[in-house]
């Protein structure tokens, strides 16, 4: 394979299958038939009393829908869908659907996210058949370039309708803000991604906005920001969690000022360790540490004049680019204690793109805004089914009350 983005093949023939493959391919087999047999089971046994006048059960086993192939992850696995069937009347009959083997399932969900990373990676669409073909094995069934074609139109259409849906009544406890710059070239130069990842009140994360900008300028995050209030984002969050990009901040404060503003602790130690010799790097970190690690805020605040008072003379710059932000650093103080792990940081965002982010080589082609955004689009929302609650959601009503917290504390708490 050459370095970049092309897979150098003559065609699916010359890939190799090994012993060890097929077996894992056909263990999968098994264990699907077998899950969706322990469901149809339970499925039948909650119909179980229900008989007609002679006593015979009404909703009963009524063999296979025909076998189709499913693309996994360990190739092509052949599966038949048990079909049941109900003998009461039109109006009482209740449709078995499996939840395993949906109807139109034809590639698993770890598919659907191959897919669009691979695009990004730069595989042209005509080179799909070989490179999945390398990886999922001889053939690759149902995933021709006319097949990514269609494929692609219908997660452009899903893109586009998202990004006008209606925000109406929504509410963000708090949104986390950064501009990813993806691996593959794009057709503009300057070009940045726009990212927000929003807190509802049941302490779920989901993804609130991805679009295109300049470099993360003070335009572009207000555009974005003002296109979420005029859907109906009126609502401001708690907090809102990012780097330094002045751009982000700048836009924040005149469309949402009454949202509170908290630097994120991973960004704020690589900047400030880069204005350290390396030889001192490891020390500094440890100080920084003790910072945002620390369990009240005025032992943060301690920790941080010992920090300015210790590497303040030899280092002023590393100090200076610290205390430049000193409020928006320790804001979470003001917020509930189980939340801080999360709000510190944007890690929520920095892991989503950790394979979209540029480390990779410039590829050969270079990508529209539609299709980038597109795939950037899919890989989200795959990966947002992973992402887990907040800590003490029980919390989130609380802060959205206005309830004041100190050093993630409830003050009434405090008092008792």
Known sequence: MRKGTRVESDGPEQFVEDPLTEVLRNGARGLIAGAVQAEVAAYLARYADVRDEAG????VRNGYHRERTIQTGVGSVPVKAPRVRDRRAPEERVEFSSALLPRYLRRTKTMEAMIP???LKGISTGDFGAALGALLGKGAPGLSASTIVRLKEQWQGDYEAWCRRDLSGQRYLYVWAD???PGARLESSGPCLLVLIGTKPDGSKELLTVEDGYRESEQSWKELLLDLMRRGLTLPPKLAVGDGA???????RQVYPETKAQRCWVHKTANVLNRFPKGVQAKAKAALHDIWMAETKANAEKAFKAFVETYGSKYPKAVENLEKDRDELLAFYDFPAEHWQHIRTTNVIESTF???RLRTAKTQGCLSRATALTMVFQLCRCAEKSWRKLNGTQRCAEVIQGIKFVNGI???RMAA
Do not use: I
Request: hydrophobic share 50%.
């Open 354 to 356: 950790a394979t979209v």
């Open 117 to 119: 990373w691979l695009y």
């Open 56 to 59: 015979r059960q009404m909703v």
């Open 246 to 252: 002045l751009g982000f901040w700048q836009a924040l």
């Open 179 to 181: 501009g990813v710059y």
């Open 410 to 412: 409830r003050e009434e």
